[in-house]
C-alpha cells in the first residue's frame, strides 16, 4: 500500500506518522486540528516562494529552447541513420516540449514572471507549440484547483473517477467503456494525443464565458494552421509526419501521464462539498512525484505537485528551493518512479475505505 506519508531524514509529528487507515480515522478525532495546523503552517512556509525571478524565468525560456532546438535539429539529420533512432530522439524532444507546456502553464497562473502581460504574451506564444489553447486552459485549470478532490465538482482538468458505488450502478455497457478508459494503454496512446490534438479545438467543457472560450481558440486554431502549415510547405508531407507528429504524441502521452499520477494514487482523498477544504485536498490530494533531476528539468518541476496546488504562484523554478527549505514537505504522499506504476491499476474512489482501489471485486 503507497502510505501518504512517509519517515525520511525528518523526525514529523505524531498525525504524520499514522498509516492511511489511521490517518482517515485521525481526521475526525483530535489529530484532525493537528492536522490543519500543520497545513497551515506547510501553507504560510510556501508563501514565501511566490515571487518571480527574471534572471530565471528568461533563462529557463532559453535553456528550453535551445535544447529544443538540438533535439530537432538532431532527429533531422538522424534520417539518414535509420528512423529507429529519429523516433529515439523525439522522446527528449518531446521531453522539451512537456518542459514549455510547464511554462506556459505557469504563465496561466501568473507566476511565471511577475509582468501579467509578460505571462499572458509568452503563454500566448508557447500555446501555439504545445497545441494548447492559452486563455482557455487557463480558465479551465484555475477551475481544476478550485475543485481538486471534490466529489460533486468532478470534470475539469482532471482523470475522470467514479466512486465505487457509482460504477457498481452502471449499465454493462458503460461499465465496459469505463474500463477501457482507464486502462492506462488507452490514456497514454489514445487518449493523450486525441485530448491534445482533438478536443481542445472546441472549448466544450466551459460554457461560459461561451463567447470569449469560443473566440480565443478558434484564433488559436488559426494560429495553429499557419504555423503547422508553414512547417508542412517547409518539410513536405512525409517529413512532417515522421518528424513532428511523433514528438505530438510523446509529449501528449508524457504530459497525460504526469497527470494521472498528480491525483490518482492510492491514498489520495475525495469529499463532498460539505466536507471538502481547498487547502486540505491541495496537500493530501496531490502527488510529490519523486523523479532523477534530468527528468525534473525536463517536467518543470511539476511532480512536486502538493506544493503546486497548495500555492499555484510559485513558479516552478523555486518549487524545489520551497520543498528543500521544509524537508517534511519530502514525505508527504511521496511517489516514487517504481511506486507510481503501480498506480495504473487504480480507477475507482471507494468511499468506505478512503482510498483508491482497483476494479477487483467490483
Known amino acids: 500500500m503507497t502510505r501518504r506519508f512517509r519517515r525520511n531524514s525528518f523526525d514529523p509529528p505524531p498525525f504524520l506518522r499514522l498509516s492511511p487507515p489511521l490517518f482517515s480515522a485521525a481526521r475526525t478525532a483530535t489529530n484532525a486540528g493537528c492536522m490543519q495546523n500543520k497545513i497551515k503552517e506547510f501553507a504560510d512556509h510556501c508563501l514565501k516562494y511566490r515571487t518571480p525571478n527574471m534572471t530565471r524565468a528568461v533563462g529557463q525560456i532559453v535553456t528550453t529552447g535551445l535544447a529544443f532546438v538540438a533535439c530537432v ?61 492559452y486563455a482557455y486552459w487557463r480558465r479551465l485549470h484555475a477551475l481544476h484547483h478550485a475543485s481538486s478532490s471534490n466529489l460533486d465538482r468532478r470534470g475539469f482538468g482532471d482523470i475522470d473517477t467514479l466512486t465505487t458505488d457509482e460504477y457498481a450502478v452502471l449499465t454493462p455497457l ?4 469505463y474500463r477501457i478508459y482507464r486502462n492506462p494503454a488507452f490514456l497514454l496512446i ?46 513536405g508531407w512525409e517529413h512532417f509526419a515522421i518528424l513532428v507528429l511523433p514528438v ?9 501521464w504526469l497527470f494521472y499520477v498528480q491525483h490518482q494514487f492510492e491514498a489520495t482523498t475525495w469529499d463532498e462539498t460539505e466536507n471538502w477544504d481547498r487547502k486540505t485536498a491541495a496537500m493530501l490530494g496531490s502527488s510529490y512525484y519523486v523523479l532523477p533531476r534530468v527528468l525534473r528539468w525536463f517536467t518543470g518541476n511539476i511532480g512536486l505537485h502538493h506544493i503546486h496546488h497548495l ?20 514525505g508527504i504522499n511521496r511517489l516514487t518512479m517504481i511506486e507510481s506504476l503501480k498506480t495504473a491499476s487504480l480507477a ?10 482497483g476494479f477487483h471485486g467490483h
Open 311 to 330: 500555492c499555484s504562484h510559485i513558479p516552478n523554478y523555486r518549487l524545489q528551493e520551497c520543498l528543500d527549505a521544509m524537508p517534511e514537505l519530502k
Open 174 to 177: 458503460r461499465r465496459l467503456w
Open 248 to 256: 505530438l504524441v510523446f509529449a501528449a502521452g508524457m504530459g497525460v
Open 73 to 133: 535539429t538532431a532527429m533531422y539529420f538522424s534520417l539518414e541513420y535509420g528512423y529507429w533512432l529519429t523516433l529515439l530522439l523525439a522522446i527528449p524532444t518531446a521531453g522539451c516540449a512537456l518542459r514549455f507546456f510547464v511554462i506556459q502553464h505557469d504563465c496561466g497562473h501568473g507566476s511565471f514572471f511577475a509582468s501579467r502581460r509578460a505571462n499572458d504574451v509568452t503563454g500566448r506564444v508557447l500555446s501555439v507549440l504545445t497545441i494548447t489553447p
Open 190 to 235: 489514445i487518449g493523450g494525443p486525441l485530448h491534445f490534438l482533438v478536443l481542445q479545438r472546441f472549448p466544450m467543457t466551459l460554457r461560459t464565458p461561451a463567447l470569449e472560450m469560443w473566440s480565443s481558440v478558434m484564433l488559436h486554431n488559426v494560429a495553429i494552421l499557419i504555423f503547422y502549415g508553414g512547417l508542412v510547405a517547409l518539410l
Open 348 to 357: 475507482l474512489w471507494d468511499p468506505k475505505a478512503r482510498r483508491l482501489v
